[in-house]
């Protein structure tokens, strides 16, 4: 039974959305729209049903609307559920493409040291090969203008402390490991 407090003013109220929607989405037994749509059609006051027929169509339609209503709250835990997991399943995929996009940056950086340490050796191999070249033609010219043996002694010294001091300087400055 509908409880007693469940009144034909509210019923009237609802009576117009459910005349509109019985055909479209709530399923509202076409008897229970022909009912209201009677009630509405009388303009002169008359009562067209009887008091126990109109009460069981009422009891009829508030268990409907009593059913439409728990159909609805399952719909919408069942929304609830699949929106819970669609966000699980997008936290997933946004730590994958962290973890990935991190990994490529680690192999990023290890690429960019490997080719610093590649630049590096290379720069410290041509200076070394420059400066060999280099004192190897000023032994040479030493050699030629120099008659004493002296003197290509005491060059040949201070060219060698002179690259010994460039290497040290270049182990100062990490260019030689």
């Known amino acids: 039974m509908a409880p007693a407090s469940f009144a034909l003013p509210k019923l009237r109220k609802v009576s117009h959305c459910l005349c509109f929607a019985s055909s479209h989405t709530l ?26 027929e109109r009460a069981e169509k009422l009891e009829a339609l508030y268990h409907h609307l009593e059913n439409l209503n728990s159909r609805l709250d399952k719909q919408a835990e069942d929304f609830e559920k699949r929106l819970k997991e669609e966000r699980r399943n997008i936290d997933y995929q946004m730590r994958q493409l962290r973890e990935d996009v991190a990994s490529c940056d680690e192999r990023l950086l290890l690429k960019l040291e490997s080719l610093i340490t590649e630049s590096k050796a290379t720069t410290i191999e041509a200076m070394q090969n420059s400066l060999d070249l280099k004192m190897d033609s000023v032994v040479e010219s030493l050699r030629a203008t120099t008659a004493g043996a002296d003197s290509k002694v005491s060059a040949l010294l201070q060219l060698s402390e002179m690259w010994h001091n460039l290497v040290a300087w270049l182990k100062g400055k990490r260019w030689v490991e």
């Open 27 to 52: 399923g509202v037994p076409s008897s229970f729209v022909a009912m209201l749509s009677k009630r509405k059609n009388a303009s002169n006051g008359e009562d067209t049903q009887s008091a126990p």
